[in-house]
């Protein structure tokens, strides 16, 4: 029903920055948060950012400072600006929507690769 694409990763050094995009493939206007999440290998599944339809926005511990996720409501687009990039922070990004009403699901997007060398 919806695809989510994204784009912007690849490879950085550490210290660095990089911005992924998420674009939505269809305009939802109940949406209960888009969001971004991460996945190292081996490793579970984390939630990176989110924001809310209502303006909140919600991040691990591990980005705060570092990460700022941003929503262009019109285009139907979630940012996640990352900047002072760390070795850790080596992943699969993955874009989600959670929707009710019409659309109602929560969606994932393909994920794109960030690897930050030291």
């Known amino acids: 029903q919806v695809q989510l694409v994204e784009s912007g990763g690849g490879l950085v050094q550490a210290g660095g920055s990089l911005r992924l995009s998420c674009a939505a493939s269809?305009?939802?206007?109940?949406?209960?948060?888009m969001g971004w999440y991460r996945q190292a290998p081996g490793k579970q599944r984390e939630l990176v950012a989110s924001?809310?339809?209502?303006?909140?926005?919600n991040y691990a511990d591990s980005v705060k400072g570092r990460f700022t996720i941003s929503r262009d409501t019109a285009k139907m687009t979630v940012y996640l600006q990352m900047n002072s990039l760390k070795p850790e922070d080596t992943a699969v990004y993955y874009c989600?929507?959670?929707?009710?009403?019409?659309?109602?699901?929560?969606?994932w997007g393909q994920g794109t690769q960030v690897t930050v060398s030291s």
């Open positions: 989600n929507l959670q929707a009710y009403g019409g659309y109602e699901g929560n969606y």
């Open positions: 924001t809310t339809s209502g303006g909140n926005t």
């Open positions: 269809k305009r939802i206007v109940t949406i209960n948060s």
